[in-house]
Protein backbone atom coordinates (compact mmCIF):
# COMPACT_ATOMS: atom_id res chain seq x y z
CA UNK A 1 0.00 0.00 0.00
CA UNK A 2 3.07 2.26 0.75
CA UNK A 3 4.48 1.97 -2.47
CA UNK A 4 1.09 3.06 -4.25
CA UNK A 5 0.70 5.92 -2.48
CA UNK A 6 4.55 6.51 -3.26
CA UNK A 7 4.16 5.93 -7.08
CA UNK A 8 0.46 8.29 -7.15
CA UNK A 9 2.24 10.93 -5.11
CA UNK A 10 5.16 10.79 -7.70
CA UNK A 11 3.15 10.55 -10.52
CA UNK A 12 1.76 13.92 -9.33
CA UNK A 13 4.56 15.65 -8.87
CA UNK A 14 5.25 17.13 -12.21
CA UNK A 15 1.37 17.06 -13.64
CA UNK A 16 2.10 19.11 -16.92
CA UNK A 17 4.69 16.10 -17.71
CA UNK A 18 3.03 13.38 -16.85
CA UNK A 19 -0.69 15.12 -18.48
CA UNK A 20 1.59 15.30 -22.06
CA UNK A 21 3.19 12.07 -21.71
CA UNK A 22 -0.17 10.14 -20.83
CA UNK A 23 -1.40 11.98 -24.12
CA UNK A 24 1.01 10.75 -26.38
CA UNK A 25 0.14 7.58 -24.97
CA UNK A 26 -3.10 8.00 -25.75
CA UNK A 27 -2.86 8.96 -29.05
CA UNK A 28 -0.15 6.78 -30.21
CA UNK A 29 -2.17 3.62 -28.28
CA UNK A 30 -5.50 4.64 -30.62
CA UNK A 31 -3.25 4.29 -34.00
CA UNK A 32 -1.72 0.72 -33.15
CA UNK A 33 -5.63 -0.06 -31.77
CA UNK A 34 -6.89 1.18 -35.05
CA UNK A 35 -4.19 -0.84 -37.32
CA UNK A 36 -4.64 -4.28 -35.46
CA UNK A 37 -8.34 -3.91 -35.87
CA UNK A 38 -7.97 -4.09 -39.42
CA UNK A 39 -5.22 -6.75 -39.32
CA UNK A 40 -7.27 -8.75 -36.79
CA UNK A 41 -10.59 -8.86 -39.12
CA UNK A 42 -7.62 -9.12 -42.38
CA UNK A 43 -6.11 -12.18 -39.94
CA UNK A 44 -9.59 -13.81 -39.64
CA UNK A 45 -11.17 -13.28 -42.89
CA UNK A 46 -8.06 -15.38 -44.57
CA UNK A 47 -7.13 -18.02 -41.71
CA UNK A 48 -7.82 -21.75 -42.48
CA UNK A 49 -10.30 -23.08 -40.05
CA UNK A 50 -10.32 -27.12 -39.20
CA UNK A 51 -13.87 -27.07 -38.83
CA UNK A 52 -16.88 -25.98 -40.58
CA UNK A 53 -15.05 -25.23 -43.73
CA UNK A 54 -16.47 -23.49 -46.46
CA UNK A 55 -15.22 -24.50 -50.37
CA UNK A 56 -15.42 -21.81 -52.87
CA UNK A 57 -16.14 -23.43 -56.53
CA UNK A 58 -15.13 -21.10 -59.72
CA UNK A 59 -14.85 -21.26 -63.01
CA UNK A 60 -10.65 -22.11 -63.51
CA UNK A 61 -9.50 -20.30 -66.49
CA UNK A 62 -11.86 -16.80 -66.26
CA UNK A 63 -11.64 -13.75 -63.94
CA UNK A 64 -14.71 -13.04 -63.53
CA UNK A 65 -16.02 -16.70 -63.11
CA UNK A 66 -18.41 -17.71 -66.18
CA UNK A 67 -19.98 -20.79 -65.32
CA UNK A 68 -23.29 -22.69 -66.30
CA UNK A 69 -26.36 -21.98 -64.35
CA UNK A 70 -26.57 -25.84 -64.60
CA UNK A 71 -23.49 -26.54 -62.33
CA UNK A 72 -25.89 -25.24 -59.64
CA UNK A 73 -26.97 -29.01 -59.07
CA UNK A 74 -24.62 -30.90 -59.66
CA UNK A 75 -22.01 -28.51 -57.69
CA UNK A 76 -24.68 -28.23 -54.80
CA UNK A 77 -24.02 -32.06 -54.34
CA UNK A 78 -20.33 -31.65 -54.28
CA UNK A 79 -20.36 -33.65 -57.71
CA UNK A 80 -21.18 -36.73 -55.96
CA UNK A 81 -22.96 -39.69 -57.79
CA UNK A 82 -22.59 -42.41 -56.06
CA UNK A 83 -23.72 -43.39 -52.24
CA UNK A 84 -19.76 -43.90 -51.49
CA UNK A 85 -18.79 -40.05 -53.00
CA UNK A 86 -18.66 -37.62 -50.37
CA UNK A 87 -21.69 -34.78 -50.07
CA UNK A 88 -21.31 -31.09 -48.66
CA UNK A 89 -23.11 -29.93 -45.48
CA UNK A 90 -24.56 -26.97 -47.24
CA UNK A 91 -24.01 -24.91 -50.10
CA UNK A 92 -25.02 -21.47 -51.32
CA UNK A 93 -24.68 -20.11 -55.67
CA UNK A 94 -23.55 -16.87 -55.98
CA UNK A 95 -24.33 -14.96 -59.18
CA UNK A 96 -23.06 -11.48 -59.29
CA UNK A 97 -24.64 -8.04 -60.38
CA UNK A 98 -22.77 -5.29 -60.70
CA UNK A 99 -25.36 -2.01 -60.65
CA UNK A 100 -24.83 2.03 -60.20
CA UNK A 101 -28.44 4.30 -58.81
CA UNK A 102 -26.75 6.60 -61.46
CA UNK A 103 -25.38 5.91 -64.76
CA UNK A 104 -24.85 9.23 -65.59
CA UNK A 105 -22.25 9.67 -62.71
CA UNK A 106 -19.90 6.68 -62.26
CA UNK A 107 -18.49 6.65 -59.02
CA UNK A 108 -17.39 3.80 -56.26
CA UNK A 109 -20.22 5.33 -54.02
CA UNK A 110 -22.76 5.15 -56.72
CA UNK A 111 -21.88 1.51 -57.78
CA UNK A 112 -23.51 -1.53 -55.94
CA UNK A 113 -21.91 -4.98 -56.09
CA UNK A 114 -24.98 -7.76 -55.05
CA UNK A 115 -25.68 -11.14 -55.19
CA UNK A 116 -28.27 -13.43 -56.33
CA UNK A 117 -29.10 -16.48 -54.24
CA UNK A 118 -31.19 -18.05 -52.47
CA UNK A 119 -32.51 -16.49 -49.27
CA UNK A 120 -32.95 -18.75 -46.88
CA UNK A 121 -29.28 -19.54 -47.67
CA UNK A 122 -28.29 -15.90 -45.98
CA UNK A 123 -28.26 -16.97 -42.95
CA UNK A 124 -26.62 -20.58 -42.71
CA UNK A 125 -24.09 -19.51 -45.55
CA UNK A 126 -22.89 -16.11 -44.95
CA UNK A 127 -20.07 -16.25 -42.69
CA UNK A 128 -20.27 -14.29 -39.36
CA UNK A 129 -23.93 -13.87 -39.14
CA UNK A 130 -24.55 -17.11 -37.24
CA UNK A 131 -22.65 -15.15 -34.35
CA UNK A 132 -24.70 -11.97 -34.24
CA UNK A 133 -26.50 -10.92 -31.01
CA UNK A 134 -30.42 -11.91 -30.50
CA UNK A 135 -31.60 -8.87 -31.54
CA UNK A 136 -29.70 -8.13 -34.63
CA UNK A 137 -30.04 -11.94 -36.03
CA UNK A 138 -33.97 -11.83 -35.27
CA UNK A 139 -34.43 -8.31 -37.10
CA UNK A 140 -32.39 -10.72 -40.18
CA UNK A 141 -34.62 -13.45 -39.64
CA UNK A 142 -37.43 -11.02 -40.49
CA UNK A 143 -35.47 -9.46 -43.48
CA UNK A 144 -34.99 -12.81 -44.91
CA UNK A 145 -38.60 -14.02 -44.52
CA UNK A 146 -39.24 -10.38 -46.53
CA UNK A 147 -36.89 -11.80 -49.43
CA UNK A 148 -38.34 -14.91 -50.11
CA UNK A 149 -41.76 -13.56 -49.82
CA UNK A 150 -40.97 -10.14 -51.86
CA UNK A 151 -39.01 -11.40 -55.26
CA UNK A 152 -37.96 -7.98 -55.78
CA UNK A 153 -36.80 -7.28 -52.58
CA UNK A 154 -32.87 -6.83 -51.95
CA UNK A 155 -31.34 -6.52 -48.33
CA UNK A 156 -28.06 -3.69 -48.56
CA UNK A 157 -25.19 -2.91 -46.81
CA UNK A 158 -24.98 0.07 -44.27
CA UNK A 159 -22.67 1.90 -47.05
CA UNK A 160 -24.96 1.22 -50.12
CA UNK A 161 -27.95 2.43 -48.05
CA UNK A 162 -26.22 6.03 -47.20
CA UNK A 163 -24.97 6.44 -50.46
CA UNK A 164 -28.44 6.06 -51.79
CA UNK A 165 -30.11 7.81 -49.69
CA UNK A 166 -32.75 5.79 -49.49
CA UNK A 167 -34.26 3.83 -46.48
CA UNK A 168 -35.66 0.39 -45.71
CA UNK A 169 -39.03 0.25 -47.68
CA UNK A 170 -38.05 2.59 -50.46
CA UNK A 171 -37.65 1.47 -53.97
CA UNK A 172 -34.60 1.73 -55.68
CA UNK A 173 -33.58 0.60 -59.39
CA UNK A 174 -29.90 -0.37 -60.36
CA UNK A 175 -28.72 -0.05 -64.17
CA UNK A 176 -26.29 -3.25 -64.83
CA UNK A 177 -22.86 -2.93 -65.64
CA UNK A 178 -19.73 -4.68 -66.51
CA UNK A 179 -20.92 -7.81 -66.83
CA UNK A 180 -24.49 -7.22 -66.27
CA UNK A 181 -24.90 -4.40 -69.10
CA UNK A 182 -28.27 -3.99 -70.18
CA UNK A 183 -30.02 -5.05 -67.17
CA UNK A 184 -32.15 -2.64 -64.83
CA UNK A 185 -33.82 -3.78 -62.18
CA UNK A 186 -36.30 -2.33 -59.54
CA UNK A 187 -36.07 -3.50 -56.60
CA UNK A 188 -37.74 -2.86 -52.66
CA UNK A 189 -35.22 -2.24 -49.93
CA UNK A 190 -36.53 -4.86 -47.34
CA UNK A 191 -33.24 -5.39 -44.68
CA UNK A 192 -30.16 -4.14 -43.84
CA UNK A 193 -27.28 -6.30 -42.88
CA UNK A 194 -26.01 -5.94 -39.55
CA UNK A 195 -22.80 -3.01 -39.76
CA UNK A 196 -19.46 -4.46 -40.05
CA UNK A 197 -18.04 -7.08 -42.61
CA UNK A 198 -21.33 -6.88 -45.28
CA UNK A 199 -21.47 -3.32 -45.58
CA UNK A 200 -20.66 -2.86 -48.95
CA UNK A 201 -22.61 -6.42 -50.23
CA UNK A 202 -26.26 -6.40 -51.30
CA UNK A 203 -27.93 -9.52 -51.74
CA UNK A 204 -31.45 -10.45 -53.47
CA UNK A 205 -34.11 -13.01 -54.57
CA UNK A 206 -32.25 -15.37 -57.55
CA UNK A 207 -35.54 -15.85 -59.11
CA UNK A 208 -35.66 -12.34 -60.16
CA UNK A 209 -32.32 -12.62 -61.22
CA UNK A 210 -32.93 -15.81 -63.57
CA UNK A 211 -36.58 -14.04 -65.01
CA UNK A 212 -34.95 -10.73 -65.81
CA UNK A 213 -32.17 -12.54 -67.95
CA UNK A 214 -35.17 -14.61 -69.54
CA UNK A 215 -36.95 -11.83 -70.39
CA UNK A 216 -34.61 -9.88 -71.69
CA UNK A 217 -34.79 -11.39 -75.42
CA UNK A 218 -38.07 -10.01 -75.52
CA UNK A 219 -36.51 -6.26 -75.13
CA UNK A 220 -33.76 -7.17 -77.74
CA UNK A 221 -34.75 -8.44 -80.37
CA UNK A 222 -34.37 -11.80 -79.23
CA UNK A 223 -30.74 -11.99 -78.41
CA UNK A 224 -29.87 -13.21 -75.31
CA UNK A 225 -28.03 -11.42 -72.46
CA UNK A 226 -24.05 -12.04 -72.76
CA UNK A 227 -24.00 -13.28 -69.57
CA UNK A 228 -27.24 -15.65 -69.63
CA UNK A 229 -25.54 -19.00 -70.72
CA UNK A 230 -22.63 -18.59 -68.10
CA UNK A 231 -24.08 -16.28 -65.33
CA UNK A 232 -23.17 -18.55 -62.38
CA UNK A 233 -20.31 -16.72 -60.73
CA UNK A 234 -19.33 -18.97 -57.24
CA UNK A 235 -20.76 -21.78 -55.43
CA UNK A 236 -19.92 -21.91 -52.09
CA UNK A 237 -20.24 -25.10 -49.87
CA UNK A 238 -19.68 -26.46 -46.44
CA UNK A 239 -18.29 -29.49 -45.17
CA UNK A 240 -16.68 -30.57 -41.59
CA UNK A 241 -13.28 -30.51 -41.63
CA UNK A 242 -10.24 -30.26 -43.58
CA UNK A 243 -9.98 -34.21 -44.34
CA UNK A 244 -13.24 -33.68 -46.13
CA UNK A 245 -12.77 -30.50 -47.97
CA UNK A 246 -9.71 -32.15 -49.69
CA UNK A 247 -11.68 -35.37 -50.60
CA UNK A 248 -14.28 -33.08 -51.81
CA UNK A 249 -11.90 -30.74 -54.04
CA UNK A 250 -10.85 -33.61 -55.67
CA UNK A 251 -13.91 -35.06 -56.34
CA UNK A 252 -15.10 -31.54 -57.92
CA UNK A 253 -11.99 -31.17 -59.78
CA UNK A 254 -11.79 -34.45 -61.23
CA UNK A 255 -15.59 -34.69 -61.97
CA UNK A 256 -16.63 -35.00 -65.94
CA UNK A 257 -19.44 -32.78 -65.38
CA UNK A 258 -17.17 -29.81 -64.52
CA UNK A 259 -15.43 -29.92 -67.51
CA UNK A 260 -16.21 -27.59 -69.77
CA UNK A 261 -15.45 -24.80 -68.52
CA UNK A 262 -13.21 -26.44 -65.77
CA UNK A 263 -13.45 -25.57 -62.53
CA UNK A 264 -11.54 -25.07 -59.36
CA UNK A 265 -12.24 -25.79 -55.50
CA UNK A 266 -10.25 -24.32 -53.29
CA UNK A 267 -10.93 -22.79 -49.35
CA UNK A 268 -13.02 -19.77 -49.34
CA UNK A 269 -9.88 -18.35 -46.74
CA UNK A 270 -7.39 -19.37 -49.32
CA UNK A 271 -9.88 -17.58 -52.26
CA UNK A 272 -10.14 -14.50 -49.85
CA UNK A 273 -6.35 -14.34 -49.46
CA UNK A 274 -6.25 -14.34 -53.52
CA UNK A 275 -8.76 -11.13 -53.78
CA UNK A 276 -6.27 -9.31 -51.34
CA UNK A 277 -3.12 -10.01 -53.47
CA UNK A 278 -2.97 -6.15 -54.29
CA UNK A 279 -3.28 -5.13 -51.18
CA UNK A 280 -0.48 -6.68 -49.80
CA UNK A 281 2.10 -4.18 -49.74
CA UNK A 282 -0.12 -1.65 -47.63
CA UNK A 283 -1.18 -4.74 -45.36
CA UNK A 284 2.87 -5.49 -44.91
CA UNK A 285 3.16 -1.52 -44.11
CA UNK A 286 0.90 -1.42 -41.43
CA UNK A 287 1.67 -4.78 -39.54
CA UNK A 288 5.51 -4.14 -39.76
CA UNK A 289 5.79 -0.72 -40.26
CA UNK A 290 3.56 1.53 -38.98
CA UNK A 291 2.52 -0.38 -35.56
CA UNK A 292 6.03 -0.84 -34.45
CA UNK A 293 6.81 2.66 -35.08
CA UNK A 294 4.18 3.69 -32.78
CA UNK A 295 5.65 0.83 -30.63
CA UNK A 296 9.04 2.63 -30.08
CA UNK A 297 7.80 5.73 -29.71
CA UNK A 298 5.87 4.95 -26.96
CA UNK A 299 8.66 3.48 -25.54
CA UNK A 300 11.30 6.27 -26.09
CA UNK A 301 8.40 8.96 -24.99
CA UNK A 302 7.63 7.13 -21.94
CA UNK A 303 11.87 6.33 -21.39
CA UNK A 304 12.44 9.98 -21.74
CA UNK A 305 9.59 11.09 -19.32
CA UNK A 306 11.05 8.87 -16.49
CA UNK A 307 14.41 9.42 -17.30
CA UNK A 308 13.79 13.42 -16.69
CA UNK A 309 11.87 12.37 -13.42
CA UNK A 310 14.62 10.30 -12.08
CA UNK A 311 17.60 12.92 -12.46
CA UNK A 312 15.28 15.81 -11.16
CA UNK A 313 14.75 12.97 -7.85
CA UNK A 314 18.22 11.96 -6.69
CA UNK A 315 17.83 13.89 -3.85
CA UNK A 316 14.93 11.98 -3.16
CA UNK A 317 15.88 8.73 -4.42
CA UNK A 318 19.42 9.09 -1.90
CA UNK A 319 17.32 9.90 1.19
CA UNK A 320 14.62 7.26 0.63
CA UNK A 321 18.29 4.87 0.83
CA UNK A 322 18.99 6.70 3.94
CA UNK A 323 15.66 5.57 5.55
CA UNK A 324 16.59 2.44 4.51
CA UNK A 325 15.16 1.44 1.22
CA UNK A 326 16.47 -1.48 -0.39
CA UNK A 327 18.06 -0.89 -4.30
CA UNK A 328 14.99 -3.31 -5.42
CA UNK A 329 12.23 -1.48 -3.91
CA UNK A 330 13.55 1.94 -5.68
CA UNK A 331 13.07 0.03 -8.93
CA UNK A 332 9.56 -0.74 -8.06
CA UNK A 333 8.90 2.76 -7.33
CA UNK A 334 10.64 3.84 -10.84
CA UNK A 335 9.06 0.76 -12.79
CA UNK A 336 5.34 1.49 -10.87
CA UNK A 337 5.20 5.27 -11.83
CA UNK A 338 5.91 4.01 -15.02
CA UNK A 339 3.43 1.10 -15.53
CA UNK A 340 0.31 3.84 -14.37
CA UNK A 341 1.24 6.08 -16.75
CA UNK A 342 1.44 3.57 -19.92
CA UNK A 343 -0.85 1.12 -18.80
CA UNK A 344 -3.47 4.02 -17.25
CA UNK A 345 -3.37 5.97 -20.69
CA UNK A 346 -3.70 2.48 -22.87
CA UNK A 347 -6.23 1.34 -21.10
CA UNK A 348 -8.15 4.77 -21.36
CA UNK A 349 -7.14 5.10 -25.05
CA UNK A 350 -8.28 1.52 -25.76
CA UNK A 351 -11.96 2.41 -24.18
CA UNK A 352 -12.61 5.93 -25.77
CA UNK A 353 -11.31 3.98 -29.14
CA UNK A 354 -13.79 1.00 -28.71
CA UNK A 355 -16.89 3.30 -27.88
CA UNK A 356 -16.06 5.98 -30.16
CA UNK A 357 -15.66 4.05 -32.74
CA UNK A 358 -17.89 1.16 -32.71
CA UNK A 359 -20.95 2.99 -31.02
CA UNK A 360 -20.54 6.74 -32.27
CA UNK A 361 -19.41 6.04 -35.94
CA UNK A 362 -20.57 2.57 -36.37
CA UNK A 363 -16.99 1.39 -37.68
CA UNK A 364 -13.72 1.95 -39.22
CA UNK A 365 -14.31 3.23 -42.92
CA UNK A 366 -11.19 1.81 -44.61
CA UNK A 367 -12.10 -0.17 -47.41
CA UNK A 368 -9.96 -2.75 -48.55
CA UNK A 369 -11.22 -5.30 -51.17
CA UNK A 370 -14.82 -6.37 -50.43
CA UNK A 371 -14.24 -4.74 -46.99
CA UNK A 372 -14.99 -1.48 -46.53
CA UNK A 373 -15.55 -1.10 -42.47
CA UNK A 374 -13.84 -2.39 -39.27
CA UNK A 375 -15.28 -2.90 -36.20
CA UNK A 376 -12.81 -2.50 -32.69
CA UNK A 377 -13.03 -5.84 -31.14
CA UNK A 378 -13.40 -6.60 -27.52
CA UNK A 379 -9.94 -7.92 -27.54
CA UNK A 380 -8.54 -4.21 -27.94
CA UNK A 381 -9.90 -3.38 -24.44
CA UNK A 382 -6.62 -5.27 -23.54
CA UNK A 383 -4.36 -4.65 -25.95
CA UNK A 384 -4.28 -0.58 -25.04
CA UNK A 385 -3.23 -1.23 -21.57
CA UNK A 386 -0.99 -4.47 -22.82
CA UNK A 387 0.45 -1.56 -25.25
CA UNK A 388 1.13 0.98 -22.80
CA UNK A 389 2.24 -0.96 -19.73
CA UNK A 390 4.94 -3.07 -21.87
CA UNK A 391 6.45 0.08 -23.57
CA UNK A 392 6.55 1.56 -20.00
CA UNK A 393 8.32 -1.25 -18.49
CA UNK A 394 10.54 -1.26 -21.30
CA UNK A 395 11.18 2.42 -21.39
CA UNK A 396 11.68 2.72 -18.20
CA UNK A 397 13.91 -0.16 -17.18
CA UNK A 398 17.43 1.99 -17.85
CA UNK A 399 16.34 4.72 -15.71
CA UNK A 400 15.36 2.62 -12.93
CA UNK A 401 18.40 0.67 -13.07
CA UNK A 402 19.88 4.36 -12.99
CA UNK A 403 17.52 5.34 -10.06
CA UNK A 404 19.08 1.95 -7.61
CA UNK A 405 22.51 2.69 -8.25
CA UNK A 406 22.25 6.07 -6.79
CA UNK A 407 25.25 6.58 -4.10
CA UNK A 408 23.89 8.30 -1.27
CA UNK A 409 27.41 10.13 -0.77
CA UNK A 410 27.79 11.61 -4.22
CA UNK A 411 24.27 12.89 -3.81
CA UNK A 412 25.06 14.38 -0.08
CA UNK A 413 28.61 15.76 -1.34
CA UNK A 414 27.42 17.39 -4.40
CA UNK A 415 24.31 18.58 -2.08
CA UNK A 416 26.94 19.68 0.24
Known sequence: MKYLKLIFRNVGRNKLRSLLTALVTIVLVFVVTMVWSILWLLDLVTSEK???IQAMVTERWSIPSRMPYAYAEPLSRGGARSEGDLRPIDSMSWQFFIGTIDPGKMTRESMVFAIACEPE????????LDNLPPDQREQLHKDVAELKDNRQGIIVGNNHLLNMKKRVGDRVTLHGLSITKGLDLEFDIVGVFPAGRYDTMAAFNRDYYVNALDAY?????????????RNLSLMVLKVPDSESFARLATQIENSPEFTSPAVRCETMASGISSMMEPFRDLIWGMRWLLAPACLATILLVI???ISISVRERRLEVAVLKVLGFRPYQVVILVLGE????GAGAGFLSAGLTYAGVNWGLGGISFPIGFLARFMIP??????GPAVGGIAALLGSLPPAWSARNVKVAEVFSKVA
Open 338 to 341: SLLL
Open 50 to 52: SQN
Open 121 to 128: KILTMMEG
Open 217 to 229: PMKHNGQKHPWAE
Open 378 to 383: TAALWW
Open 303 to 305: ANA
